[in-house]
């Protein structure tokens, strides 16, 4: 019923399983030098109940009509950047907005730059220092938010060859990869740390990074790291 209604064949379809944090857990540890194998994580992952499901909102899905869902997907290195805020808060309850910029192919995390305020400038100011490291990108998508739209962060990125694509209001799935990052950036860091101050936020989120990209394993990635991705992916050239 399901491929009736997208127009696409039943023999295309097929099942995507559930990203499971025991692997994840088992290739770190394999990694480090542990000679375990996934059933024995697997048991004493239950034993000790560290698998908590988590709670998730339904949502819909916009579909071309030869059943392709609507976005530009990634197929090489700087073909897609995507971009997104993240609210915090340090010990004393005021706020911050954590700026994250991933690469959508190798899911390399660019960028996790706190402030407590944001403006067009500012944006810019990490994104031509992104790039003067990592190369220009095709693409870059992000939400409506007014940071992303304003009118001189748009003529900065078109001078610079890069074309925005924007969501659509209230679709966050189509900047999936982007939602993954900031989850697994609450989850892992945000969530375990009280920063007292907004150097030591800058310093902690940093070495996270670092972490995310060269130690920890993906699934997407079959259990590899970001950065081996990159290695291996399309070279793209340098920002001018």
Not at 208 to 237: D, E
Request: proline share 5%.
């Amino acid at each position: 019923m399901r491929a009736a209604l997208v127009s696409q064949p039943r023999g295309t379809q097929r099942y995507r399983p559930t990203e499971r944090e025991d692997r994840r857990i088992t290739a770190l540890l394999q990694h480090a030098g542990w000679r375990v194998g996934k059933d024995r994580v697997e048991r004493i992952w239950r034993r000790e109940g560290l698998k908590v499901p988590k709670k998730q909102k339904p949502r819909g899905r916009l579909w071309d009509n030869n059943g392709s869902c609507v976005r530009l997907r990634p197929t090489h290195v700087n073909h897609v950047w995507s971009w997104d805020f993240v609210s915090h808060a340090t010990h004393d309850g005021r706020s911050v907005r954590l700026l994250n910029l991933i690469d959508e192919y190798t899911r390399k995390s660019l960028a996790v730059f706190p402030r407590r305020r944001w403006s067009s400038a500012q944006v810019i100011e990490v994104v031509a220092d992104t790039m003067l490291e990592h190369g220009r990108p095709e693409h870059i998508r992000s939400d409506n938010g007014p940071e992303f739209v304003a009118k001189q962060l748009r003529q900065w990125l078109e001078t610079a060859g890069t074309e925005t694509l924007y969501i659509e209001p209230g679709s966050p799935w189509e900047n999936g990869y982007c939602e993954s990052f900031n989850s697994r950036l609450r989850d892992e860091f945000l969530n375990g740390e009280i920063f007292y101050s907004m150097n030591e936020l800058r310093v902690l989120a940093e070495r996270w990074r670092v972490h995310y990209n060269t130690i920890r394993p993906h699934s997407s990635l079959r259990y590899k790291t970001s950065s081996t991705r990159g290695m291996v992916a399309k070279p793209q050239t340098a920002a001018t």
